[in-house]
C-alpha cells in the first residue's frame, strides 16, 4: 500500500494480494485516524460479505473468488473502546455483470484498489445495542 494525506483526505493505493480491512487499520493507525468516510473501486479475487438478519441479531456470510471489480466501496472509520473500528459494505461484479455485496467480511486485492478517505474532526465510539445487536454509533 502507498497513500498520501492531502489535508482533510487521505488517497491510498492498496495492492495485489493485500487485504482491505487489514490495510485500512494499519493505514488509519499510522495517520492517527479516528473518524472517517470511506470510499474505494479496484479489483478484488476473494472476498466475503455478509447480511445481518435482524430477528435473529446474526449475520450470514458469502464468499467469492474469482475476477471481480469492486462497483461500491463505502463506509465509515470509528472506534470501539479508543480502538480502531470500520463499518464497511461492498458491492463487486463478476464478468458476466452479476453483483454481490453485503457488509464487507474481507477482500483481497487482485489487481489493485484506489481508496479516498475523508478525515473528520472529533471521534464517535462504537457501543454494542443489546436490543439490535449491533455495535451501534453512539454520541453520549
Do not use: W
Not at 487485504?19 to 478484488?44: H, S, W, Y
Not at 430477528?55 to 469492486?70: C, H, M, P, T, V
Not at 463505502?74 to 479508543?82: H, L, P, R
Amino acid at each position: 500500500m502507498e497513500y498520501r494525506r492531502m489535508g482533510d483526505h487521505i488517497v491510498a493505493r492498496l495492492d495485489k494480494g493485500e487485504e482491505i480491512i487489514q490495510q485500512l487499520r494499519l493505514l488509519c493507525q499510522a495517520e492517527g485516524v479516528q473518524l472517517a468516510a470511506v470510499r474505494a473501486l479496484g479489483a478484488v479475487g476473494d472476498f466475503t460479505v455478509g447480511v445481518f438478519k435482524t430477528a435473529e441479531k446474526k449475520y450470514y456470510s458469502n464468499s467469492f473468488r474469482g475476477d471481480y471489480e469492486i462497483v461500491s466501496l463505502t463506509g465509515t472509520v470509528t472506534t470501539q473502546q479508543g480502538n480502531f473500528y470500520a463499518h464497511l459494505h461492498m458491492s463487486a461484479g463478476d464478468a458476466a455483470g452479476r453483483v454481490f455485496g453485503g457488509h464487507l467480511n474481507s477482500a483481497v486485492v487482485s489487481a489493485t484498489c484506489e481508496m479516498v478517505l475523508t478525515l473528520l474532526p472529533g471521534r464517535v465510539e462504537r457501543v454494542f445495542n443489546d436490543g439490535v445487536g449491533l455495535n451501534l454509533m453512539s454520541f453520549e
